[in-house]
């Protein structure tokens, strides 16, 4: 099955800095790519998403970027607000089967007024 | 239009009780997903169910626990004879239809604490 590794696991900021978190997976037919942020005692909420036949997408400032070969992902926040912190996780879409997502490990995103 | 909804959102179970978390998708959503949420750890999928079928339930545990999504109602998962390594949060995901077509919607979670 899938599998997808997620770093780091913690990251602090300044406000106003960029924030990158990186994904990588292991299966190369997974063609789904979505982004969940995770405020504290709430539900993910999916924040952005990409698919395998794009290699960059941006919402404001927010972007994911896809590299199949290397079978990873990224995503970026520029200009971080400390509304910005809470944990995000990264997801990759199985090939097969019924289609489940498989979630990265998370990463717990500080940013320091 | 309400979201996911589950309740109860924080559950205390004694060993050895049974504990029922209930899941009602959002308004037009026939999938249900179920994600268990450990402290420190991501989301493990546990099973996808559609109305009145399991239709993957890989991530679950072959004993003590089970789930549904009965025809009326709301989608149920059910943990018998809980031990303390079941604590932690459950989430409830539903969708239109298969992912990535359709993108997931959770809950805000059921947390179970077992002591």
């Known amino acids: 099955g899938e599998n997808v590794e997620q770093h780091p696991s913690t990251l602090s900021v300044q406000e106003g800095d960029s924030a990158v978190i990186k994904c990588t997976y292991s299966d190369s037919a997974s063609n789904y790519f979505p982004w969940y942020k995770q405020e504290l005692g709430k539900g993910p909420q999916l924040i952005i998403d990409i698919r395998s036949n794009v290699g960059e997408k941006k919402d404001q400032r927010i972007a994911v970027t896809l590299n199949k070969t290397a079978k990873h992902f990224s995503l970026h926040i520029t200009e971080t607000q400390p509304e910005d912190s809470a944990v995000y996780f990264c997801?990759?879409?199985?090939?097969?089967?019924?289609?489940?997502?498989?979630f990265g490990r998370g990463t717990s995103l500080i940013v320091h007024p | 239009n309400a979201g996911v909804m589950q309740n109860p959102r924080h559950l205390v179970r004694r060993r050895g009780q049974e504990a029922r978390l209930r899941c009602s998708p959002m308004?037009?959503?026939?999938?249900v997903y179920w994600y268990r949420q450990l402290p420190e750890e991501g989301l493990k999928f546990m099973v996808y169910l559609q109305k009145e079928n399991i239709i993957d339930e890989s991530g679950m545990p072959k004993e003590r626990f089970s789930a549904e999504f009965p025809k009326e109602g709301p989608s149920i998962l059910r943990i018998q004879q809980v031990v303390r390594g079941d604590s932690a949060a459950y989430f409830c995901a539903s969708s239109s239809g298969t992912v990535p077509d359709y993108g997931y919607t959770f809950g805000s979670g059921t947390r179970l604490t077992v002591v």
């Open positions: 308004k037009g959503h026939s999938h």
């Open positions: 997801a990759a879409r199985a090939s097969g089967g019924s289609y489940i997502p498989t």
